[in-house]
């Protein structure tokens, strides 16, 4: 069974940067899309970013895009999530999911594997 581990939360001032990782146990994340999603107390989870099966392709939310890349190390077997110019907004508990299929989807319940998550809090 598949297990993703996040890690790489923190506090950080607005304007820092944070680098998020997921490492995976029980198998493998290569071939498999990837994503990283967030959860804001009193919302719902949100599409942050995703990279396809072979890293060329990404995709990113309005609110992330230009400050946030996503990446994968296919010798690590991890998938990676820096986040520059963080703002207040970005506070939020950061969750990375697997999906069996190569094909990436910014649809959190398209997704299989599900990491606990890890926080991030941006302070102003």
């Known amino acids: 069974q598949v297990q993703l581990v996040e890690s790489g939360g923190g506090l950080v001032q607005a304007g820092g940067s944070l680098r998020l990782s997921c490492a995976v146990s029980g198998g493998t994340i290569n071939g498999k899309a990837m994503g990283w999603f967030r959860q804001a107390p009193g919302k719902e989870r949100e599409f942050v970013a995703t990279v396809n099966w072979s890293g060329f392709s990404t995709t990113y939310a309005d609110s992330v895009k230009g400050r946030f890349t996503i990446s994968r190390d296919k010798f690590k077997d991890t998938v990676n999530l820096q986040m520059n110019s963080l703002k207040p907004e970005d506070t939020a508990v950061y969750y990375c999911?697997?999906?069996?299929?190569?094909?990436?989807?910014?649809?959190?319940?398209?997704?299989?594997?599900w990491g606990q998550g890890t926080q991030v809090t941006v302070s102003s």
């Open positions: 999911a697997a999906r069996r299929l190569t094909a990436p989807t910014v649809v959190a319940s398209q997704y299989d594997y």
